[in-house]
Structures are given as C-alpha cells and as structure tokens.
C-alpha cells in the first residue's frame, strides 16, 4: 500500500471527500467493484448479496451531508479494496453489513448468520456499538472500545473494518457539528491512529492523525503544514539527497530515494494534547529503497552513509538482523547536517513493501495466526480490551503500544522489544504471564536489580522468581509500559479488591446478625436461597463481597430475614439505634485502602470512619462535611474503624506525610522520643503557596502502635498523608 494511494499526490494533501452529492450511483458502484471481485467466481457472490440487503435494509435512510446513508459502508469497503487491498469477500461483506444491526431496529446478528454465516455476523457484531442507555456516554465508550479489541483479538478484521470505517467518516467529517467534530477526532487521535501504528499500516495511521488533527488544531496544524513544507523544500534537505545519490552511486547499488516530512501525528504530544513544533525528534526521513534482495547490499549501503556522512553515535537500528515483532525490516541510521538530524531509512523493495503494509501483506500471503507475530498482536488487542481500569487509563495503554521501543536479550540470546522507560516487570511478563506475576527481580547483566529497574538498549535480562506471587500494588502499574504488564497488574488489584470486599462483607452482615440477636445459622436455613434470588446474587459469596461493595445493604439482608420486625431497607429508624457495625483494619494496602483529602483523616487515629465502594476502602475523619452532606450517605453506610494496634505488618509501610505551619526545628523536639523501630528516612521543609512553613518527611512503620504513638504527637488539623506504600528499599 503505497503511501500515495491515501495522500495522492503529497503526503500533505487532505484526500477528496467521498459521497458528499445527495446522490448514490449504486449500479456504478457495483460495476467498480466488479472490475476487482469478479461476480462469475462462486466466493465473491457473497459480497453482491451483501450489497443488495444493505442497500435495501438502508433505503431512506441519509447522512448529513444529505447522502444516502448507503454510500458510507460502500465507501468503507471500497477503501479495503482500493486503498487497503482486500479482496476477501467475507471481510468485504461485513464492511457492507457493519452499521445494519446498530441501525436498523428490525434486524439482529442471528438474521445476519443466518443468511451470511458464522464468521460475517462476528465481524459485525465485533464493530457493532454497545446500546446500554444507563451509562453515560464516556462509559459507553469506553466499553465499545473493550468490546472491539476483544472482538479483534479474535478475528482481526473487526479492527480492519472499523479503521476503514474510521477513515471515511473523517473525510466526511466537516459536515457534523462542531462538538461532534471535535469528539470523533479526538478519539481518532487516542485511539485508532496509534491501534493503526501498532499494526505497521504507517500510511494509514498519517491520514488518521492528519485529518484529526487537522479538526482538532486548525490554525496550529496550518502553520506546522507550512513549516513542514518548507523543510521538505529546505537547501539542507536537497544537500543531503545529493550526497544520498553520491553515496548509492558509488556503492554500485540502484536504488531509489523517498524523502519525507514527517506528519502532523509526529508533532502531536498526546500528554500536553497538542501540536508542538519542537516535539519531533527529527523533522525528516529518507529512505532508501535498493533494487535487490541481497541483505548484504543494504549493511554495504549504511557503512558507506555513516562513513561519508556525520552518523550519530549510538543511533544505529538494526531491523534487519532483529525484526520488530509486527515483521518490520530495516536499517535504520540518524546522521547530523547544518544543525538538524535526520533519519535515514535503508532498505529493500520487499522491506519496503511490508513497511507500508504491515499486517496487510501478511494477510495478503494468507499466513495463519499461530506466528510469533499474529500471536503478539492477539495478545495486545486481547489486553487492552480486557483491561479492567479507568477509560483514560485504557487510551494510555493503546498509546503505550506505539511508543519508541528498546531491545533487550534473554538469557538464550532471544529478542525482546519493549517501549522505552519499560521496568523488569515489563519484560517479566513479556516473556509470560507466570513470570511476572512471580518475578522478585532480575540479573541485568549480570547485576542485581529490582522489579522496578528501568531497562536500556542492548541490556541482558535472567527474571528471578520467588515461590509466592508478588505482593503487587498501584504504583507497579503506573511504572510498568507495556500493556500485558499494566492489565496483568491491574488484574491483579481487582481480585485482591474483591477478596478484601467479600471478607468485609461478611463480617459486616455477620455483625447485623448478631445485634438482631439472630443466630448465624439463618444464612444456612431455606429461607437464604429465596432472598439471594430476590436480591440476584447466586450465593452467599456473591451477598458478601455485594455487601463490601456497598452494592447491597446488609439491613437489607436482615429486613428479609426477619420480614416486619426491623424498619425497611434505606430508613435510618432502629438500625441506627443499634449503632455503626465496626470495620476492624490490621494493616493498609494502597491497592484497596484511601485516605480521603476532604477532611484528610491519620491513620490510627480516633473518630474515623470508612465507606466502602467497588474501588476499596476510603477513610474519613467523622466530622467531615463531605461526607455527611456531599455523599449523602445513610449512617448505615458509613463503618466505625478499629485499628488493630497489635497485629504485626507482613511488611512494613513508609508514609510521606506533610506537617504545616511547622519547621524542621519546632518539629525535632514533638518527634523525640518515638520508639526506636520507627524510621524517618526523609525530611524536607519549604513554603506553601500562601507563604507559611511547612515539612515533609518519609516514616516507616511496622504496626498501628507505632503509627498511633507517631502522629499522636503531630498538630492533627496540620498533618496530611500525601501517600504510603511498602518500603522501597524492602521492597523486592
């Protein structure tokens, strides 16, 4: 796939729009298409049906631009065709088919299986938007995107239809309101560019970007288009395509030269979210295509460039001899010149070929999924969508998986291509998901380093495992760059969420029991499984961890059980007479406990209070004003908390804690005295905004006595606990 092909003539033209005329010759359309799927072969039949129930299923229906709506998956399966190169009658038909089911109210998935197959109704349900109207937009969203790359994971056309159906709504897009614009290119740029990206189809994944940002930034992306212009046309870059042509003329090699500005996606800095002209690395590319399949010629080739011109030191890519995982080959060199670098790109046409295609060609050649390179792609839409974290953390995954990559080896020599800043965990569950959960560190050459130690080009990984999985929490997940590692992590702290909420729930709704002077054998009798179906949970471990959730009430549970005798569920009348059931806490995880900022309640302190929700634990001080009038909680809802001061911690837990209105000398004399297992390992003071004093410093705790007896001593309206975790230094 050519890069021309989506640009035309430049890379920096905006395409024709398609289908914007309120007319649709659909008999010119088919005679299009025919001229690529020839009706005669039995196969592309299909296709032809597909198109005749679509344009029936959408007869009357419009676009915005007036078109008839039909127009749209037409011009969806013609960029497969034209642009993409599909010629595959399944995948063609579902493109045709892809909105039927979320449009047109009559028609369901089994009427598409049964008349087109198995495999056209999973491509359509995969690219189908999920209807569910009791969520808000944003968590609707969010799982369509979970839904759609699970779906590919499976069968990789959902993402294929969807990146085509993308396109062309982009080229149409002018014709939606303003917000809507502005809405769809957004998501472009968060998702489906750097998915695009991520399966090497670069000419693609430019026009996505180009368009989006193009609505998203209208001045700013003129100006850049202009600046990149003139690069293009720049004295520098016209020298060093003569000295390019110098150089492949005395290697005796032919061989073509492409020299490219990079896109607007290059200038685009997704954490700031917006376009900046100095984000680049390098503004741009040349590559070199040679008219031969010999390997040798293009490492020939590179010597002569990095003799003849002034190479970078240590920017040397060798994609030939280890190929990214997605199948991409090249050499790749960076080379300085009048006060800019500039990537030199050094190839064959073959090379080439894939490097505009990527997972195209290989599904132009028909391999099967069961390659290192199918698998991995599988692997990464599979975890992406499985993740189970916030929907801005989910973008950060997908753009994760475009990242700059390092190289790393095993042990036996094997590479490993990782994002750069990735961690050892990263490439613990690189190699498999046992290893990391199990991973207590790794030999990086030899040295020692901790599941956190940041990896580098060239470096030599042997993970080290310990019996027990590790004991993970939040932090791992925000340190570690790959997406398996993140949804691994994150896996992980759901389950030991939902173990905590379940053994909370059942000692709560045990407490409710017991002050209804009830005998816990009531959760045994008959009368269980009639309120488990009325409440729809299928047992009672279900009732428990709802319960610790605060999905259920226990008062709830208890009204069922005795019927009349207490006030109905959601009133406050007996049950509060009773007083608060008791939530008693041994020791903190960060993973399911949290300090509210509201009223930034101590730990070990007296009078707090603790709200349960799907997230975990949050503690309040009892006085706080968000808590009784934001929240608008039942005093049901809201745990008395006994803090375990005697039970030991399995680790011990550093606090950074933040005092005010105090400096380091006032406060030496109040922290005297403490017991000799407590460890304040940093201290630092500073001004606020408002001017007044305050300190900072990092203590390590082993049980609540000493955590009682620490902040016991401290100004309580003064002090805050920013964070905690395990000690660092203990860590692994």
């Known amino acids: 796939m050519a890069e021309t092909e989506l640009y035309g003539k430049s890379d920096l033209a905006i395409p024709a729009m398609a289908g914007d005329t309120h007319f649709f010759d659909l008999a010119e359309f088919r005679s299009r298409m025919s001229k690529s799927l020839d009706p ?85 349900d995969g690219v189908t ?28 056309g959902v993402l294929i239809i969807k990146l085509a159906d993308r396109l062309h709504n982009l080229r149409t897009l002018h014709y939606l309101p303003l917000t809507k614009r502005q809405r769809i290119a957004q998501e472009t740029v968060d998702v489906y560019a ?18 989006a940002l193009s609505f998203l930034y209208p001045k700013k992306s003129k100006k850049i288009l202009h600046v990149m212009r ?55 590319d040349f590559i070199v295509i040679l008219h031969t399949e010999q390997i040798t010629d293009c490492y020939k080739v590179l010597g002569l460039v990095n003799n003849n011109l002034a190479a970078i030191p240590r920017s040397l890519r060798d994609f030939i001899a280890n190929a990214k995982a997605n199948g991409y080959k090249s050499l790749h060199t960076r080379v300085y010149l ?82 750069k800043d990735s961690i050892v965990l990263d490439f613990a569950y690189r190699i498999h998901s046992e290893l990391g959960d199990k991973c207590e560190g790794a030999l990086i050459n030899g040295k020692w380093t901790p599941i956190t130690g940041q990896l580098k080009d060239g470096d030599s990984v042997e993970i080290l495992t310990s019996e027990e999985p590790l004991d993970i929490d939040t932090d791992l997940e925000a340190l570690c760059k790959t997406p398996k590692a993140r949804t691994a992590i994150n896996r992980r702290l759901h389950q030991k969420r939902l173990r905590f909420a379940q053994q909370a729930g059942r000692d709560i709704l045990l407490q409710e029991i017991v002050q209804h002077k009830l005998s816990s054998s009531v959760l045994e009798g008959e009368n269980i499984r009639l309120i488990l179906e009325i409440l729809n949970v299928k047992d009672l471990q279900e009732l428990y961890l709802h319960i610790g959730q605060d999905l259920v009430s226990p008062q709830l549970v208890i009204y069922y059980l005795e019927g009349q005798k207490v006030e109905g569920p959601g009133r406050q009348g007996e049950a509060e007479g009773m007083g608060r059931n008791t939530l008693t806490v041994s020791s903190l995880d960060k993973a399911v406990f949290k300090f509210a900022r509201c009223c930034n309640p101590l730990p070990g302190q007296d009078h707090v209070l603790a709200t349960l929700s799907e997230r975990g634990i949050t503690f309040h001080h009892r006085d706080c004003h968000d808590l009784h009038e934001r929240h608008s909680l039942l005093v049901q809802q809201m745990l008395q908390v006994h803090w375990d001061l005697g039970a030991p911690w399995r680790h011990p837990l550093a606090f950074r804690v933040q005092i005010g209105r105090m400096g380091i000398r006032e406060l030496l004399p109040v922290l005297s005295g403490m017991p000799g297992d407590v460890r304040i390992e940093q201290m630092t003071s500073g001004l606020d905004k408002h001017g007044h004093e305050f300190v900072s410093l990092s203590v390590v705790f082993h049980n609540f006595g000493e955590v009682r007896q620490f902040f016991g001593r401290l100004p309580s309206e003064m002090t805050v606990v920013e964070d905690f975790g395990r000690e660092t230094s203990k860590r692994n």
Not at 141 to 156: E, G, N, Y
Not at 195 to 203: D, E, F, G, I, Q
Request: aromatic fraction near 8%.
């Open 40 to 124: 005669a072969v039995p196969g592309n039949v299909l296709f032809f049906e597909a198109l005749d129930f679509a344009s029936e299923l959408h007869a009357g229906q419009r676009r915005k631009s007036g078109a008839p709506y039909i127009s749209h998956p037409c011009a969806v399966a013609e960029i497969l065709v034209r642009e993409m190169h599909f010629k595959e009658p399944v995948l063609l038909a579902a493109a045709l088919l892809h909105d039927v089911v979320e449009d047109v109210p009559w028609i369901s998935l089994e009427d598409i299986e049964n008349r087109f197959g198995a495999v056209v109704a999973e491509l359509v």
């Open 129 to 156: 938007k999920l209807a569910r109207y009791h969520l808000d937009r944003a968590s609707l969203k969010d799982l369509t995107h979970s839904k759609i790359f699970i779906s590919a994971s499976r069968r990789l």
């Open 338 to 419: 009048n006060g800019n670098n500039y990537l030199i790109k050094i190839r064959t046409v073959e090379m080439e070929n894939w490097a505009n295609g990527g997972v195209l060609r290989a599904w132009e050649s028909q391999k099967g999924l069961t390659d290192d390179h199918w698998l991995e792609i599988s692997e990464l839409l599979r975890d992406i969508g499985e993740y189970g974290g916030a929907a801005t953390h989910r973008k950060d995954l997908i753009r994760l998986s475009e990242a700059e990559e390092i190289y790393t080896y095993s042990p036996a020599g094997d590479t490993y291509y990782l994002p």
């Open 230 to 284: 003139d690069l293009r046309n720049s004295p520098a870059v016209a020298s060093l395509e003569t000295s390019l042509s110098e150089i492949l003329a005395e290697s005796g090699v032919a061989a073509d030269i492409r020299t490219r500005a990079k896109g607007l996606g290059s200038y685009y800095n997704p954490h700031k979210r917006t376009l900046d002209p100095g984000y680049p690395e390098n503004y741009v």
């Open 194 to 211: 750097p998915v695009a990206a991520r399966l090497n189809l670069y000419p693609l994944k430019r026009e996505l970007y180009h368009l």
